[in-house]
């Protein structure tokens, strides 16, 4: 059943779990985060990023897909499409797209500037009844073989964006997109720790899910984060059960591979890492 966010991550704050985000790049993804979702009667959150969205031949093309495939697989619990990272275009085109959620990313803008335009996309996505995630501080993470650390919000400027009427707020808190580097000092849980004081009821949100430890998921869930997104994993273990499929050299004697054959190991391996996560996260049963 396709919603916005807000409902499902109200629920979760006031419930003290938190709703898994998994990034979507192809059919088999959100097939595989679909059914697990419903096996488990977890809400969930189907994020979508700028490339992948260009990868799938546009954001029309993602939303009729989930919409039909929601209803094909007869889906009841609650899924929210949401834009992940987004800039102020890409927003825009996600609203006329029907995506039921976006993130306006404006992490990297001047202060005033992110809080100007963050406001007129949260009265735009209100209009059409989607719900809106905004970011202060930005998540660092790879870029060119580099990795950044991530950056710490700060909370008077987490309370001006939260008084914006956003539904849900990315702080930046030390967490990092992709791998965490063996120097990583870990989640700063006093930055969480006030921030939450200061935006109150308002549903925060983990960028960076993957490889942060289970006690400090734990924590930042009794912190108020009642978001986690998670993605590289999904990609690491889609990968190696591809590439063991294609070792283990079961092709169809000169005919190749059968698309569906190869691609399905990976695909059970993303739904067996998004039930860890669900459980992780304390979504089951939800629903
Ligand atoms: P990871 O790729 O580190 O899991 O982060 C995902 C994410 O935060 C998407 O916005």
């Known amino acids: 059943m396709l919603v916005n966010a807000k409902e499902m991550l109200d629920k979760a704050k006031a419930g003290n779990y938190a709703v898994g985000q998994f990034n979507i790049n192809n059919l088999e993804w959100t097939k595989s985060i679909l059914l697990t979702a419903e096996a488990e009667k977890a809400p969930v959150i189907l994020g979508v990023s700028e490339g992948a969205g260009k990868y799938m031949t546009g954001f029309d093309t993602v939303a009729a897909?989930?919409?039909?495939?929601?209803?094909?697989?007869g889906i009841t619990v609650p899924?929210?499409?949401?834009?992940?990272?987004?800039?102020?275009?890409?927003?825009?085109?996600?609203?006329?797209?029907?995506?039921?959620?976006?993130?306006?990313?404006?992490?990297?803008?001047?202060?005033?500037?992110?809080?100007?335009?963050?406001?007129?996309?949260?009265?735009?996505?209100?209009?059409?009844?989607?719900?809106?995630?905004?970011?202060?501080?930005?998540?660092?993470?790879?870029?060119?073989?580099?990795?950044?650390?991530?950056?710490?919000?700060?909370?008077?400027?987490?309370?001006?964006?939260?008084?914006?009427?956003?539904?849900?707020?990315?702080?930046?808190?030390g967490n990092i997109h992709g791998v965490y580097p063996a120097n990583w000092k870990g989640l700063?849980?006093?930055?969480?720790?006030?921030?939450?004081?200061?935006?109150?009821?308002?549903?925060?949100?983990?960028?960076?899910?993957t490889g942060i430890p289970d006690d400090q998921i734990k924590k930042a869930i009794s912190l108020g984060v009642?978001?986690?997104?998670?993605?590289?994993?999904?990609?690491?273990v889609f990968a190696a059960a591809t590439r063991k499929y294609i070792e283990e050299g079961k092709d169809q004697q000169g005919k190749g591979f059968d698309p569906r054959k190869l691609l399905a190991p990976g695909a059970q391996a993303i739904c067996d890492k998004v039930k860890e996560k669900i459980e992780l996260f304390g979504s089951n049963g939800k629903a």
């Open 65 to 73: 897909m989930v919409k039909a495939m929601d209803k094909s697989l």
């Open 79 to 173: 899924v929210a499409l949401h834009l992940d990272h987004g800039t102020y275009d890409g927003a825009k085109k996600c609203i006329e797209a029907g995506f039921t959620s976006i993130m306006f990313d404006g992490s990297s803008l001047p202060i005033e500037e992110n809080i100007a335009k963050t406001k007129e996309l949260v009265a735009l996505a209100h209009e059409h009844g989607m719900s809106i995630e905004a970011e202060v501080g930005a998540i660092g993470g790879e870029e060119d073989g580099v990795i950044g650390m991530g950056e710490c919000a700060d909370p008077e400027e987490c309370k001006k964006i939260a008084d914006l009427g956003v539904d849900f707020l990315a702080a930046g808190i």
């Open 226 to 236: 009642s978001k986690i997104n998670v993605n590289t994993e999904c990609q690491l």
């Open 188 to 209: 700063q849980f006093d930055v969480l720790a006030n921030v939450q004081k200061l935006t109150g009821s308002l549903p925060l949100v983990l960028h960076g899910g």
